[in-house]
Nanobody, 115 residues
């Protein structure tokens, strides 16, 4: 069982920045991959960024060059640094953890970008 707790969401103006955090209840060494997804009202949940246990990173095209995923093994935490935010980035952001073929989810954190 893996519990994930997100934090760092909020309201920001277009062009601003936020950093999301996802704290895992287990060592992230034991997690195969961690990711950030987002879901806007009326839309499907979509991958934003992911990082594998070996350090491989994948970004959605719509965030490349603006968002950065990183991790801190000492804190068992994965981060999503979001820069140059746009109103279209408004969504609930969810952290995920893949362990032996099962995906765990956090509760989500709201990000709202005003124009």
């Amino acid at each position: 069982q893996v519990q994930l707790v997100e934090s760092g969401g909020g309201l920001v103006r277009a062009g601003g920045s936020l950093r999301l955090s996802c704290a895992a209840s287990v060592s992230i060494f034991s997690i195969d991959a961690m990711g950030w997804f987002r879901q806007a009202p009326g839309k499907q949940r979509a991958l934003v960024a992911a990082i594998t246990s070996s350090g491989g990173i994948n970004y959605a095209d719509f965030v490349k060059g603006r968002f950065t995923i990183s991790r801190d093994f000492a804190k068992n935490t994965v981060y999503l640094q979001m820069n140059s935010l746009k109103p279209d980035d408004t969504a609930v952001y969810y952290c995920s953890a893949d362990v032996k073929g099962f995906r765990y989810w956090g509760q989500g954190t709201q990000v709202t970008v005003s124009s």
